[in-house]
């Protein structure tokens, strides 16, 4: 089993949709998580930390589920330039921060 | 700004060459990685280093080699390079305590091997 696992989509939806991707995680003792974000033809860069309680910044919303062990990344309001490919990141213990293999989305006008 | 430099953008090079990829850190991280990427694998770690002379396999470590002798520079070695190598390879640094990390990344380097 993968350490970390995304449907890799791709989602396509229309301007101001609101999508949701999920990635589930197999190491129960992982103790940080956080979404990247991946431009096409670019270097993954981070979205934001997921932490226990969810936190929001601006039109994007993390959760994360200890006890199903999956986080969860919200957009509302999608934007054309929200286009790209959402990677889940977990760290399992050590920092040897460990990748889904990502989630595509398209946001059409 | 953190800047991540990679040598090389695009590399070629033939089935049974050794084959250096250099990657350099300019804000005196402790930890550094190397993942490589392909289409529906997303990005796998191959080794990564928590500090000078250290380093740790990570999940696909064969046929690889790394060194850290300063802290600002990890390179990648593929001892003797074969078509199944081909691939886009990602140098990261990392800072942040627990909850906070976060990891900058390189601009990669493409590797053909033929």
């Known amino acids: 089993r993968k350490e970390v696992e995304q449907d890799p989509g791709p989602f396509n939806v229309p301007e101001g949709a609101t999508v949701a991707f999920n990635c589930t995680y197999s190491?129960?003792?992982?103790?940080?998580f956080f979404w990247y974000r991946q431009d096409c033809r670019k270097e993954p860069k981070l979205l934001m930390s997921?932490?226990?309680s969810g936190n929001e910044d601006g039109r994007f919303t993390a959760q994360l589920n200890r006890a199903s062990q999956y986080i969860s990344l919200l957009i509302r309001d999608s934007k054309l330039s929200d286009s790209a490919t959402y990677l889940c990141?977990?760290?399992?213990?050590?920092?040897?921060?460990?990748f889904g293999a990502g989630t595509r989305l398209t946001v059409k006008p | 700004d953190v800047k991540v430099t990679q040598s090389s953008r695009y590399l070629v090079k033939r089935t049974g060459e050794k084959v250096f990829l250099e990657c350099v850190q300019d804000?005196?991280?402790?930890?550094m990685f190397w993942y490589r990427q392909d289409p529906g694998l997303g990005l796998r770690l191959i080794y990564f280093?928590?500090?000078?002379?250290?380093?740790e396999k990570g999940d696909i470590p064969e046929g690889y080699s790394v060194s850290r002798e300063k802290k600002e520079r990890f390179s990648l070695i593929l001892e003797s390079a074969s078509t199944n190598q081909t691939s886009m390879y990602l140098c990261?640094?990392?800072?942040?305590?627990?909850?906070?990390?976060?990891?900058?990344f390189g601009p990669g380097t493409r590797l053909l091997v033929l």
């Open positions: 990141v977990v760290n399992p213990f050590n920092n040897d921060m460990r």
């Open positions: 190491n129960s003792a992982s103790q940080s």
């Open positions: 997921v932490y226990s």
């Open positions: 804000m005196d991280h402790e930890n």
């Open positions: 280093s928590y500090d000078v002379k250290m380093k």
């Open positions: 990261a640094s990392l800072t942040g305590g627990v909850g906070e990390e976060t990891q900058y």
